[in-house]
């Protein structure tokens, strides 16, 4: 018997069914057998938990319908994402491009990661099946969105590097910074997309919000002079809960601020721990929801 066919057939009642633990076997086995030709197709099925959990070389019902759900999603994401990078890229082409049309791009993508991808994300209600039966499930899947745009992002970056007239070192703290801040976005989002409640998704996309806006206000408290630090042997400063300040910085064209700005260890040190700290919290974050689903 062609297990494959009996995985099809079981997931299209399951799919007809709102309570998927009442399988009807017999009718499994004739549609089976209407479908495929097959007039050997017995008329008692494997249970489910033979299916679930007899052979570990077969998929279950659930990583079926999770990795379907997934693929989808993500194949739509990234040509959305390719789509908007290629806006932002005739946008700055018909402002008349430049230097400063290259920094553009990169705030355009920056836009794309910190802001444009958790509104979509969070409004999207294409996996709420998924959420309701497996929330856990949702922070793998955030993360392989947030993987998706990373990897297409480098083959915009990279390229820029030569149109922009920047350092290696410079390319690469341009391009740690968005993948660091991006990351810790992340983490609320998947954290909002294991809920169908439209209040903590609002509210996970404000906290986005203010991973991008809000700490650049702390700029205007008395604790701007804790957060801002000096560039050693220059004359510039930068808010470390700023990434909109750093990112200016670090994205001017033709060299920007001169080798001896964007190799100082200050900008390492920042961009680094911003970077140890979103991994940190993926970490945790699948720690808790894997204690959660056992």
Known sequence: ?????????????????????????????KHLSASSGDEDVPSKLPDAGTLKSGNKNQPSRMALRAAELRDANIRVLTLLWCLWLLGAWLVVALLGGGNEGVRWMVFGAAIGLFGVWPAFRLSSIGSR?????????????????????????????????????WYIEQTILINGLLIGWSLLTGIVVACGAMSVHGSRRIIAMLICMVLVFGLALLEFTPLQRLLTVEVTGTNYTFSVVNSLEQLWLLSAGDGGLGLDVYDKEIWWITIGAVMGLGICGWVVLKMIVSTKAK
């Open 1 to 29: 018997m062609n297990i494959q066919a009996v995985l099809r057939v079981r997931y299209i009642n399951m799919s007809k069914s709102s309570d998927h633990n009442d399988w009807n076997e017999e009718d499994d086995a």
């Open 129 to 165: 099946w998924l959420v309701r039966k497996k929330k856990y499930l949702m922070v793998g899947e955030v993360f392989m969105e947030w993987l998706s745009l990373i990897v297409v992002l480098q083959a915009v970056i990279w390229p820029l590097q030569i149109t922009g007239g």
